[in-house]
């Protein structure tokens, strides 16, 4: 663990500057550039509030902000882990030439993702204001839960790296397993009112995503406290993943530029 | 013994590549029994000492195991046996252009090239307009990496690298880069590196009037092992006939 520390120490000005230039050389071919960021999430709630509300007549208090708060911390999730299937591969230039522990490279991505995430966030709390969703200091919860979001997102990406590593099929079968994980989240629906029991509580312990999506709501638009037991297990939980995949990084890494 | 200053010990290393490549899950489901697993040793127990301040050439063969040992010197590769010692000296493995961006512009590189290297942010600040001096790129600096012709592209890379210095150099076939003149330049530059007398240099190279000019002693491996060890005048004369 102290390793890791210090490794974290020598390696955070790397982590932000290529974070800021992977965000910097995604802009720099498109036309919209940075609109992009609003714009994906902001045409996908479009989406998913046309069959939630259209196809299936069923919608929620505040119905865009509450798909886009799902769909936001989703898409920090989903991407980060699905690019860690593929991310000493993908860096195989950086990774056959210099000495780097490899879960830098998964910050770095959660770093890009997070960026991404924030920016539209604003969006969230712009539309927040506009509907003048109320408010308490509930939401000062927001942070501990972004906590637990980045702990087990960084927990299974360490995983997904080493596998990926070693695996060549594992991309397909992550993409199909995210995409059940991804309707069992409720980003379109609401767990607690649509799924029956025992399920919706089961899924809401189990599912670190659904339980995140559904307290972030919670605090944010339903002026409510979120599952404070639940959240502290997952963090924990989340810990425990990240040590563990830590450890398994610094003993498997310097074989990944073998295998490949 | 007596007491003098080394830069790098190597002693018995060894370094395998297991040929299980990558696995399908089909594969695995199909043979549930362990599959044989080819083992290739490509370093075969090499040991050697360099005092600090020298340089050492590497010669051998086409798959002699060059490449491999400076990649586990440089932190690399793991060593399966034996241990490397770098006296907490600062290494890197002399290579182009590294976690290049090619849609960023040749100034941002430099920053990302250098902190993935282990610098920090003031020493490239620094060093920022010595690197864009020597690259010789003039206002391509402020251009991505992708409209840079091949040889800009290396001519930009190699600059980093070379002025950016480390304790420990290892380089593997870098001498020559860009057009003639640049060429003269920089191997101008590569000879005041390696004879800053605090610099120790490893070189893998082909060449044998390169190893001549700039070497003090000689590393032969053969198929892994060491063949011989000793300054130039010994060792090159004798890898020369077995060449030919």
Partial sequence: MRRFVEDI????NYIVYSSKSQLKSEIANS????????LDPLLFMLVYSFIALVVFGKGEKYFPIFVFIGLNCWQFFEKSVKQSVKLVNANKQIVSKVYIPKYILILIKMGFNGFKMLVSFSLVVLLMIIWRVPVSLNILYIIPVFAV???????????MLHFGVFVEDLSNVITVVLKLVFYMTGIFYSITSRVPQPYSSLLLKFNPVALIVEDLRRCMIYDSVPHRTALLVWFIAGSILSVLGIKIIYKY?????KVM | MCEQNYAIEVDNLKVRYKCLNKISIKKSLMSLKKSNVEVFEAVRGVSFKIPQGQIMGVVGKNGSGKSTMLKAIAGIFAADEGTINLHNHSVSLLSIGVGF?????GRENIFLSGLLLGFTEDKIKE?????????????????????????????LAFSITAILETEIMLLDEVLSVGDAKFKKKSYKKMKSLIENSDRTVIIVSHSSETLKKLCDTIL???????????PIDEVLPLYDEFMS
Avoid: A
């Fill in chain 1, 149 to 159: 979001l980045i702990v087990v997102t960084f927990g299974f990406s360490t995983f």
């Fill in chain 1, 9 to 12: 120490k020598k390696y955070k």
């Fill in chain 2, 220 to 230: 032969w491996l053969h198929e892994g092992k060491v063949k011989m060890i000793g």
């Fill in chain 1, 31 to 38: 036309h919209l550039s940075w609109l992009w960021w609003i």
């Fill in chain 2, 127 to 155: 060093k920022l307009n010595e690197i864009i001096e020597f690259s010789e790129l003039g206002e391509f600096i402020d251009r991505p990496v992708k409209t840079y012709s091949s040889g800009m592209y290396s001519k």
């Fill in chain 1, 253 to 257: 890494e310097n074989s990944y530029v």
């Fill in chain 2, 101 to 105: 961006d090619k849609r960023l512009t």
